[in-house]
């Protein structure tokens, strides 16, 4: 059974430009939820997916978009990229319930020069 | 604004013995709380959690304990093994489905 998977692993872009990040949950699962962790910092939550809809959403701009496509699976979209954009992003699937059922994916390391 | 804090960014503990890490919060609206351990490039993985409702959570060699008063919650760890050393991630949430708040992490070494 596949755990969480995202693509691609590394990612380097430079300001301005736009990028698209990739996200398939655990089997069984159907939510999505987003995170950004910038080096030495705590995962960020950007927002969540449940029913191809945006069920919450963290302190994070307009320039982070996403997608949940009837699969489940997941896109996170961010515009405009600026040098503090640069982070480890984290996929996470789950039940609508039980955080305790929420399984990370290894992230996308995203580099903007 | 850190709403969950680890004011411990390293810990070094001798196998055996047993590893304290803790973490302290400032949102009374927090009722679950949860640990995650994170190794390089991988993402991070659900430890332990307690509900707000609880003062400990035990399972295995993993303790945690919520003190709400405090708001302050610890994960013990007994015996500590190397294979523990890694960074963990103290993590709160005002709604079991909902979004996680994380602490910056402690890096946890075992040694032989």
């Known amino acids: 059974d596949a755990g969480v998977t995202q693509s691609p692993t590394h990612l380097i872009k430079t300001r301005g430009q736009q990028v698209t990040l990739r996200c398939s949950p655990k089997s069984g699962h159907d939510t999505v939820s987003w995170y950004q962790q910038a080096l030495g910092q705590g995962p960020q939550f950007i927002f969540q997916?449940?029913?191809?809809?945006?069920?919450q959403r963290g302190n994070f701009p307009d320039r982070f978009s996403g997608h949940q496509f009837p699969n489940y699976s997941s896109e996170l979209n961010v515009n405009a990229l600026l040098l503090g954009d640069s982070a480890l992003y984290l996929c996470a699937s789950s039940l609508p319930t039980g955080l305790e059922t929420q399984y990370f994916g290894p992230g996308t390391r995203l580099l903007v020069l | 604004d850190q709403q969950v804090k680890q004011n411990s960014p390293s810990l070094s503990v001798q196998e055996g013995r047993i590893s304290i890490l803790n973490c302290d919060y400032t949102?009374?609206?927090?009722?679950?709380f949860l640990w995650y351990k994170k190794y390089p490039a991988e993402g991070p993985t659900f430890l332990i959690s307690i509900s707000s409702i609880k003062d400990k959570n035990e399972d295995g060699r993993f303790t945690v304990f919520l003190n709400k008063s405090a708001k302050h919650l610890s994960l013990h760890i007994v015996p500590s093994q190397p294979g523990d050393s890694a960074v963990y991630f103290c993590a709160a949430s005002k709604d079991s489905g909902y979004a996680l708040n994380f602490g910056k992490g402690t890096s946890l070494l075992v040694t032989p």
């Open positions: 997916y449940y029913e191809e809809e945006e069920r």
């Open positions: 949102n009374s609206m927090f009722d679950y």
